[in-house]
């Protein structure tokens, strides 16, 4: 089993910036693909920025140059770095591991999600 446990999320004014943290527990023996993902009101989960196994980075259109996804493998965490955050970047956050158990099982694992709002 692995849990993932996300953090820094809030509120905060357009043009500031917030950085998420998702912190992988359990019986991880490696982690390839990493990335976050985000759901608006009334609208569908789209991803965000991930980095795969060889360690090339995606991002959204919209979230390019402002936004930035790091990983820590030694701590198993990943981060979103948000900068010149505006009101459409207001979202749900999920985090999103890919992986291998101690027992060569593959796992799929997501956060439980947490709110972004930029609003002055």
């Known amino acids: 089993q692995v849990q993932l446990v996300e953090s820094g999320g809030g509120l905060v004014q357009p043009g500031g910036a917030l950085r998420l943290s998702c912190a992988a527990s359990?019986?991880?023996?490696?982690?390839?693909?990493v990335g976050w993902y985000r759901q608006a009101p009334g609208k569908q989960r789209e991803l965000v920025a991930h980095i795969n196994g060889a360690g090339t980075t995606n991002y959204a259109e919209s979230v390019k140059g402002r936004f930035t996804i790091s990983r820590d493998n030694a701590e198993n965490t990943v981060y979103l770095q948000m900068n010149s955050l505006k009101p459409d970047d207001t979202a749900v956050y999920y985090c999103s591991l890919e992986g291998r158990l101690f027992t060569f099982q593959y796992f799929n694992s997501w956060g439980q999600g947490t709110q972004v709002t930029v609003s002055s």
């Open positions: 359990g019986s991880i023996r490696s982690i390839s693909t």
